[in-house]
């Protein structure tokens, strides 16, 4: 498993990075099988988002704080400053935390697009 991180570059622009998300088999509850966890997230709160359909895309900017997106429906495209683009569909994940800087250009690929922000720990 993995998700996608979107990173300041150091020099006033964003990048992506793919980040594997480590886990180790663990026992969570009596009847139920192991499972494999990561080691916990510390986050602060789940933000349920639904694009509006008159927006399509975003001018460049950085997050409001540094959060996982996870996408529920649609197609979320972002494209970092460096000009990558990358799609996002349902069940993938992004964490936004390039705050500094130009930020990033956000797309509505395919609506609706519904989305979870989860703002994250330093």
């Known amino acids: 498993m993995q998700y996608v991180r979107i990173e300041h570059d150091g020099q006033?622009?964003?990048?992506?990075v793919d980040?594997?998300?480590e886990q180790q088999e663990s026992f969570v509850v009596s009847g139920v099988p192991p499972l494999l966890l990561s080691d916990p997230v510390p986050v602060q709160a789940v933000?349920?988002?639904e694009v509006p359909p008159e927006v399509q895309d975003t001018e460049p900017h950085p997050p409001p704080r540094r959060q996982f997106v996870v996408v529920l429906s649609?197609?979320?495209e972002v494209e970092a400053s460096d000009g990558e683009v990358r799609r996002f569909r349902p069940g993938e994940i992004l964490l936004a935390e390039d705050l500094d800087g130009v930020g990033h250009i956000s797309r509505v690929a395919e609506p609706p697009l519904r989305a979870l922000f989860i703002p994250a720990g330093p």
């Open 12 to 16: 006033g622009g964003s990048r992506f």
């Open 19 to 21: 980040t594997p998300i």
């Open 47 to 49: 933000v349920f988002v």
């Open 74 to 76: 649609g197609v979320l």
